[in-house]
């Protein structure tokens, strides 16, 4: 059937929603996605069966995941699912959208700890990309996922349950409040850290986020300060923290690590080749002992 007479088979459709989504960066590839949501089926069986005539529901369906699309809402948001570390997380708009750079954390995460058995929490673990994707590396790992977003929590609460993992744990309360009297081996965090007033706030896509999730203050160092100076009281002697942060803010933070006695810091840049993850272990306590001298 030709698809020119006939503009309401799927490669017609597909044609009009590329043409809409023009502005955007693979447009096609996001068309074929928004239509496999709507029809609820593969990329392979759009293709096969692109000759196929939608009904007006399907096509109205369409036109208005689109219609969101150019607005410049998320994908995520849209189909209401996202892949991160291999996993299929459900998102909303209660949580960021899981982001390529952050499976960096993931990454220096398992580097660092090779232990079969280790106490380790993931702090504003929104969707809990983070902890989700440990927790299916190291099965024998006790995750500990906090959110002070009780919205953002029941997404992550979802997820684990989805992917059937049960070595995690859910608390809800602002950063270490809900890690009273306990210490862990690790402590990996991507939290918010662009400035409040950056121009970076106006790109489209991030003003569907949750902004509480992308900025923390008026230098973007507020959420990073916070972790840096709490996560002493909460690791274990040479227990690691784990942060994502600004491409620009590697120093900054490198210089808080070390006022707060952290040791082997080091930044990890991303696939962009942008300084994004730094690490730092907490050292052994000292013993502090004090000598007497005999008198003469």
Not at 24 to 53: I, M, N
Request: hydrophobic fraction near 45%; aromatic fraction near 4%.
């Amino acid at each position: 059937m030709d698809a020119e007479k006939t503009p309401n088979t799927i490669a017609a459709v597909l044609a009009r929603a590329v043409a809409h989504l023009q502005g955007s960066p693979g447009a096609r590839f996001e068309a074929q996605l928004l239509l496999c949501h709507a029809l609820s089926c593969t990329r392979s069986a759009l293709l096969v069966q692109e000759d196929e005539l939608l009904q007006p529901v399907q096509i109205a369906a369409i036109e208005r995941a689109v219609a969101r699309r150019a607005r410049g809402e998320p994908l995520a948001y849209i189909t209401g699912r996202k892949e991160f570390w291999s996993l299929e997380l459900q998102v909303t708009p209660a949580v960021l959208v899981p982001r390529p750079e952050t499976e960096l954390v993931v990454e220096r995460c398992l580097a660092l700890l090779a232990a079969p058995s280790a106490a380790v929490a993931d702090l504003g673990t929104g969707s809990g990309a983070i902890a989700l994707a440990l927790a299916r590396e190291r099965p024998g790992w006790q995750l500990t996922a906090t959110d002070q977003s009780r919205t953002a929590l029941a997404v992550a609460i979802g997820n684990a349950s989805a992917l059937g993992l049960a070595n995690l744990r859910f608390r809800a309360g602002d950063w270490f409040m809900p890690l009273a009297g306990e210490r862990y081996d690790l402590l990996a965090s991507n939290p918010p850290y662009i400035a409040l007033g950056d121009a970076a706030l106006d790109d489209p896509a991030l003003r569907h986020e949750p902004s509480g999730a992308l900025a923390s203050g008026p230098t973007g160092l507020e959420a990073l300060a916070t972790l840096i100076k709490g996560a002493p009281a909460h690791l274990r002697e040479h227990g690691w923290l784990v942060l994502e942060h600004g491409a620009t803010q590697a120093g900054a933070v490198a210089d808080l690590l070390v006022s707060q006695g952290f040791r082997h810091v080091r930044c990890h840049a991303d696939l962009a080749g942008l300084a994004r993850v730094t690490e730092a272990q907490r050292p052994a306590l000292e013993a502090h002992t004090t000598t007497q001298s005999s008198a003469p």
